[in-house]
């Protein structure tokens, strides 16, 4: 959604190609006003490569029938069936690479052959890209976000009315869906240590635990009980009002195992939440320690601990880190800057100079 925003404007017409069975995904982008496609998944196979031609030949046909130009597939899943039925369709492919992947099977990255370009979302991705052809033609085009002044202005007395929170209470905020890419077991050993020392702190977590996620969610719900900390948790579940949930964090905190460069964080430093996350993957690359936010190893609860503790007991640090984070973010990650790089990506993928003339792209 982001990159069809922030290309539109430029000329770019956008068609947003949709598996059969993600009808929620075709719903979000058809209600946003975009043009989509429903497909069924190619499946590459050599042991069944008659059947991977067709399969290719059918949805390059769609391909050529929308007039697509450039086929951007949004992420490395999505380039292992997509790019052959792009080129056959006379297309450029471009795919992006989201986060970690340092294991791809010979075969698999056979089928990645077909990828013209990569677009990695943090320097610490393209370096851990197993497959090094790929890693070698690709470019890194970092995120961006808007920045507003009334950012982070939530009323904080009702969001803490709503769950029950006194105004003493110091809150930290995670924004995450409850599933196994996040290090919550860390997270409440860290909780258990700040506890004992911040009677005062609480604890949300902001994202979706039904269904797919309800079984890890119970894990996670045992993990927090062990540590003796269940009752200083809040679960909210999806929300539709991130922000105005945000606005009311004292300190944001992202623990977790692994990420390619999490666009949660610039919209926490963008509220003027100070920062607090693991140093894995990439994000060092925007929580710079002791500038722009603080890290912690993986799994170290101990100094996730200290460092909440750092923040809670000190309102000025809270002040200070949030509000470098703020300008951070505005400086070197705005959108005007993640679209520029967007469309001079398509441009040179195209051939074609600034304000050339429209052009289809798959997504």
């Known amino acids: ?45 050599y042991r069944r490569a008659h059947r991977y031609a067709l399969d290719s030949q059918r949805l390059a046909r769609e391909f050529r029938r929308r007039k697509i130009d450039v086929v951007h597939c949004a992420d490395v899943a999505a380039a292992f069936g997509a790019p052959l039925a792009g080129r056959l369709a006379g297309a450029r492919v471009i795919s992006h690479v989201r986060n970690r992947h340092t294991k791809i099977s010979r075969r698999d990255q056979s089928f990645l052959r077909f990828v013209g370009k990569f677009v990695f979302v943090s320097e610490d991705t393209r370096r851990s890209f197993a497959y090094r052809a790929g890693a070698r033609r690709g470019v890194v085009v970092y995120d961006g976000i808007d920045v507003d002044a009334d950012e982070g ?12 929170l006194g105004e003493g209470v110091k809150l930290v905020g995670m ?92 919209e926490a430093m963008a509220r003027g939440r100070p920062v607090i996350a693991t140093a894995v993957d990439g994000i060092p690359e925007i929580v710079i320690e002791g500038r722009t936010g603080l890290l912690h190893p993986h799994g170290d609860a101990e100094t996730l601990a200290a460092r909440l503790l750092s ?16 300008e951070f973010v505005k400086m070197e990650w705005s959108r005007e800057r993640f679209a520029a790089n967007m469309v001079g990506l398509y441009e040179d993928a195209l051939g074609v100079g600034r304000g050339g003339a429209a052009r289809g792209e798959a997504g």
């Open 311 to 326: 923040l809670l007991r000190d309102e000025a640090l809270r002040a200070r880190v949030g509000e470098a984070g703020r």
């Open 175 to 266: 924004v995450a869906r409850v599933a196994p890419q996040k290090d919550f077991v860390t997270l409440a050993r860290a909780a258990a240590r700040v506890a004992a020392e911040c009677p005062e702190a609480r604890f949300m977590v902001v994202g979706d635990y039904e269904e797919a996620n309800r079984e890890h969610y119970e894990e996670v719900r045992r993990a927090l009980e062990d540590a003796g900390v269940a009752s200083r948790f809040v679960f909210t579940g999806f929300r539709t009002d991130v922000s105005r949930l945000m606005s009311a964090f004292d300190v944001f905190v992202l623990c977790t195992h692994f990420e390619g460069l999490p666009l949660v964080i610039l």
């Open 153 to 164: 202005r939530g009323d904080v007395r009702e969001v803490r009315r709503e769950f029950g």
């Open 1 to 45: 959604m982001r990159i069809a925003r922030a290309t539109e404007g430029a000329g770019f017409g956008h068609v947003i190609f949709c598996r059969r069975d993600a009808p929620e995904v075709r719903d979000f982008f058809a209600s946003e006003g975009f043009e989509t496609v429903t497909f069924d998944p190619v499946e590459p196979s």
